[in-house]
């Protein structure tokens, strides 16, 4: 077997595994009817599906003899801004109180994004006046 054959092989079990994973967020994605839980299909998808989708780009660019940094490029743009977009999402749903409320924290009341410390509340309240 030549590189290109395995290659060409690769890509196809990319494209199917994109796939899967992209059904499976869809059906999630319909399925949920809360925001937080909503949430977890389209992130699978974004890194997982399409991460397989573009290495199935890539594989193939490579099988046909050229080269593409591009889907690289994309995969890591989409790798990165994922889960920071997924947090902020969460963060604003909180916010919101339109989702289940996380639990209290067990010894320190600092580290849950709804409290913050009393020096904060002070400093927050100078600036407006």
């Known amino acids: ?16 595994i ?9 059906i999630g994605l319909l399925k949920f009817n809360n925001p937080m839980t909503r949430l977890h299909a389209p992130t699978k998808v974004g890194t997982i599906g399409i ?3 573009l290495l199935a780009s890539l594989l193939h660019s490579y099988a046909i003899g ?3 940094m591009h889907e690289l490029l ?18 604003v749903n909180i916010h919101r109180r339109s989702c289940d409320m996380p ?4 010894k320190d ?9 009393e020096g904060d509340v002070q400093d927050t309240a100078s600036q407006k006046g």
């Open 1 to 16: 077997m030549t590189g290109q054959i395995i290659a060409t092989y690769a890509a196809a079990l990319s494209l199917l």
């Open 18 to 26: 994109g796939s899967g994973f992209i059904m499976v967020g869809v």
């Open 51 to 53: 991460g397989m989708l």
């Open 66 to 68: 050229g080269s593409s």
């Open 74 to 91: 994309i995969m890591a743009f989409l790798f990165v801004t994922a889960p920071v977009s997924a947090n902020f999402i969460a963060k």
């Open 103 to 106: 639990p209290e924290p067990p």
């Open 109 to 117: 009341d600092t580290w849950a994004t709804l409290n913050s410390p």
